[in-house]
Nanobody
Framework: QVQLVESGGGLVQAGGSLLLPCVASGLTFSIYAMGWFRQAPGKEREFVATITWSGGSTDYADSVKGRFTISRDNAKNTVYLQMNDLKPEDTAVYYC?????????????????WGQGTQVTISS
């Protein structure tokens, strides 16, 4: 049974930082591209970042480029999202997702497995 478990969410002030880990189990992690998505109340789930299975290539939404960094440790079956200079508009539930294949995609429909999400709230 595949499981993706996010953690690290919380309430922080604008300008602060958070690190979100997502631990995967039940799959061969090193052959999956990984992605982070977020969903704010009343809005559709949106792409945040993705990383290839080797970690050699990444892609970011324009809204987070230069502030967020996605990385992975295949030995620990873990993907990370380092979030810096957080803004109130970053408030959302953050989800990690796994896609079998080298490259990630920006569409959530392209992903095979999802975590349960972790809440991130940024106060102004």
């Amino acid at each position: 049974q595949v499981q993706l478990v996010e953690s690290g969410g919380g309430l922080v002030q604008a300008g602060g930082s958070l690190l979100l880990p997502c631990v995967a189990s039940g799959l061969t992690f090193s052959i999956y591209a990984m992605g982070w998505f977020r969903q704010a109340p009343g809005k559709e789930r949106e792409f945040v970042a993705t990383i290839t299975w080797s970690g050699g290539s990444t892609d970011y939404a324009d809204s987070v480029k230069g502030r967020f960094t996605i990385s992975r440790d295949n030995a620990k079956n873990t993907v990370y999202l380092q979030m810096n200079d957080l803004k109130p508009e970053d408030t959302a539930v953050y989800y990690c997702a796994a896609r079998r294949g080298y490259y990630g995609r920006r569409s959530p429909d392209e992903y095979d497995h999802w975590g349960q999400g972790t809440q991130v709230t940024i106060s102004s």
